[in-house]
């Protein structure tokens, strides 16, 4: 079993940035691709960003490419998304997910494919 807490969620400004984390506890021995998803409220979760367990490979959502940036930290067991350039639209609960792996280059967009979820962290950007 793995345990997954995101934490750095918060208010900011239009235009302003913030840091997430995702902190991954528990069965680490193995190799996780991580992502991150979101829901805003009335809408369904969606994906947000993706990054193999190597760290090489990353994808995004078209709403968020060139404003947020995904990477690990394998040796601390903790993903990050940096989301810079924050839109009102981008006010959401932030999910970490993580899906188990045998393959260091293969990452995922469906929610289903991942395995392990965190409780969430609310991102509010104010106009």
């Known amino acids: 079993q793995v345990h997954v807490v995101e934490s750095g969620g918060g208010l900011v400004q239009a235009g302003g940035s913030l840091r997430l984390s995702c902190a991954a506890s528990?069965?680490?021995?193995?190799?996780?691709?991580m992502g991150w998803f979101r829901q805003a409220p009335g809408k369904e979760r969606e994906f947000v960003a993706a990054i193999s367990w190597s760290g090489a490979i990353t994808y995004y959502a078209d709403s968020v490419k060139g404003r947020f940036t995904i990477s690990t930290d394998n040796a601390r067991n903790t993903a990050y998304l940096q989301m810079n350039s924050l839109k009102p639209e981008d006010t959401a609960v932030y999910y970490c997910a993580a899906a188990r792996t045998v393959r260091p280059e293969t990452i995922w967009i469906s929610r289903n494919e991942y395995d392990y979820w965190g409780q969430g962290t609310w991102v509010t950007v104010s106009s």
């Open positions: 528990g069965r680490t021995s193995e190799s996780y691709a």
